[in-house]
């Protein structure tokens, strides 16, 4: 298969499981993005990459929302990976994302520091972007650990502790 066909099937897969998660299809929709992920994982384009980043993003929110946060955490986790030393910002993106992701999933599985740790690594490698997309995830996090350590203070001096 030619680069420019294998790119076509692998967005027209994606597509289709897009359009089965809109129709109420998880299961299916999940099916189809590892499709991408397993038969176009090893391409290096920049555009195949913009595929597999949605397929693996959008593994990730579907196995959320059928409530396997432990999968969905997994998939988090290899997108992260996958995109440790990201090509433009719009994979910083995804990876700013899915860690936030991965970190509310940890929260729901009572794995609550590693959620922290998780938030805090989003502030570790993304507080000096200046993506104007990425920012508000990376401020909305910076807000949320500062609430979190201010709780943890009034109880420490209300405890005495």
Do not use: H, W
């Amino acid at each position: 298969m030619n680069p420019q066909t294998a790119l076509t099937t692998a967005q027209d897969i994606c597509t289709e499981g897009i359009a089965l998660g809109r129709q109420g299809k998880p299961e299916e929709a999940l099916a189809q993005y590892a499709v991408v992920i397993t038969q176009f994982g090893a391409e290096q384009g920049i555009e195949f990459l913009k595929v597999l980043a949605v397929a693996m993003f959008n593994t990730g929110t579907t196995l959320a929302a059928l409530d396997r946060n432990e999968e969905a955490v997994t998939a988090y986790n290899a997108l992260i990976e996958k995109f440790k030393q990201p090509i433009n910002a719009e994979f910083q993106l995804y990876v700013v994302k899915a860690l936030m992701n991965k970190a509310y999933r940890l929260n729901t599985l009572l794995r609550n520091d590693e959620a922290i740790a998780t938030y805090e690594t989003v502030i570790a490698r993304f507080a000096s972007n200046k993506d104007p997309e990425t920012v508000p995830y990376i401020d909305s996090v910076k807000s949320f650990l500062t609430e979190r350590q201010a709780v943890l203070d009034a109880r420490e001096q209300a405890t005495g502790a």
